[in-house]
C-alpha cells in the first residue's frame, strides 16, 4: 500500500482498554492510527507497539479530549502527519468520581463526567467532520468515512450508582442520530456501539457485582464481555461493511439488552 492509499484513524481513550484494543484492531484492518489520551506516552507503550507490529504508523499524542480549545489543533496535526482522518472513535470517557446513591451526586461529578464524555465529543466530532466535509469528493470515487461513537448499555439501562454515566451515555446517543442524519448527505456513516458489561478498569471496582449478576444469567451469553469483543465491532464498521446503513445502534454485550421474563 502507498502512501496515498493509505487510511488514517483516530481513536480517543486509545491508552488503555477498549480504545487500545480498538486501535490495535483498526491498525490490523489496514489503518494508519493517531491516539488521542489522556495516559502518558509511556503507560501506552505496549498499545504503540502493537499498532507498529501490525505494519501502520502511529502518532500518540497526550490529549484531555475536555479540552475542547484543543480541538482543531489536534486534528490539524494528525492530518499534516499522517493524512486525513477517516474514521473517528470517540471512545474517551469517565464515570462517577465515586459509585453511589444518586441524591448524593455532586455536581463536581456530574460536570466531569459530561464534559470528557457527551461535550468533548461533541466537539471533537463537529471539528473532525469539518474537516471531513472539506475533502474534495471526485465523482463516486468516495472514501469510505465514518465516526463511531463508544456509549454503553447504560445509555438505555439505568445504574443508579452513576447517574451522570448514565446520563451522559444516554446523551451520545442522540448525539449520534443527529450527526448521522446530519453526514449521510456527505456519505459519512455515523454508528453507535453499546458494549455491555466488559472487562476493563472502570468496571474492575464493581468486579463481584458484575460476577453475581452474570452468574444470575443476567447476560444470555453467561460471561464477562472483553475489549477486542467491541474492537472487532469497530473494526467491522471502519471497514465500510454495512456500507449502506448509518444512525445505527450495535450492542455488544452478549445479549444484556435483551428484555426477557
Known amino acids: 500500500m502507498n502512501a496515498g492509499e493509505r487510511r488514517i484513524a483516530l481513536v480517543t481513550g486509545g491508552g488503555r482498554g477498549i480504545g487500545a484494543a480498538a486501535a490495535i484492531a483498526l491498525a490490523k484492518s489496514g489503518f494508519d492510527i493517531a491516539i488521542a489520551s489522556v495516559e502518558s506516552a509511556d503507560a501506552a507503550a505496549d498499545v504503540v507497539e502493537a499498532v507498529r507490529a501490525a505494519g501502520r504508523r502511529v502518532l500518540y499524542l497526550e490529549h484531555d479530549v475536555s479540552e475542547i480549545g484543543q480541538h482543531a489543533a489536534l486534528v490539524e496535526r494528525i492530518s499534516g502527519e499522517l493524512g486525513a482522518i477517516e474514521c473517528l472513535v470517540n471512545n474517551a470517557g469517565v464515570t462517577s468520581l465515586r459509585r453511589g446513591d444518586m441524591l448524593e451526586l455532586t455536581p463536581e461529578s456530574f460536570d466531569r463526567t459530561l464534559a470528557t464524555n457527551l461535550r468533548g465529543a461533541f466537539f471533537l466530532t463537529q471539528t473532525v467532520a469539518r474537516a471531513m466535509l472539506a475533502q474534495p469528493i471526485r465523482g463516486e470515487n468516495v472514501r469510505y468515512r465514518s465516526i463511531i461513537n463508544i456509549t454503553s448499555a447504560n445509555a438505555e439501562i439505568v445504574g443508579m450508582d452513576r447517574a451522570d454515566y448514565c446520563i451522559s451515555k444516554a446523551a451520545l446517543s442522540m448525539m449520534s442520530k443527529l450527526f448521522a442524519a446530519r453526514l449521510a448527505s456527505s456519505q459519512i456513516h455515523v454508528f453507535e456501539i453499546r458494549p455491555g458489561i466488559i472487562a476493563t478498569e472502570m468496571t474492575r471496582p464493581a468486579t463481584a457485582k458484575y460476577d453475581a449478576f ?13 475489549p477486542q469483543d467491541v474492537a472487532a465491532t469497530v473494526a467491522t ?7 449502506f446503513a448509518t444512525g445505527e445502534i450495535v450492542n455488544v454485550g452478549g445479549g444484556l439488552h435483551l428484555h426477557r421474563l
Open 214 to 226: 452474570i452468574a444470575r444469567e443476567g447476560v444470555p451469553m453467561a460471561r464477562w464481555g472483553t
Open 237 to 243: 464498521l471502519a471497514e465500510g461493511r454495512v456500507p
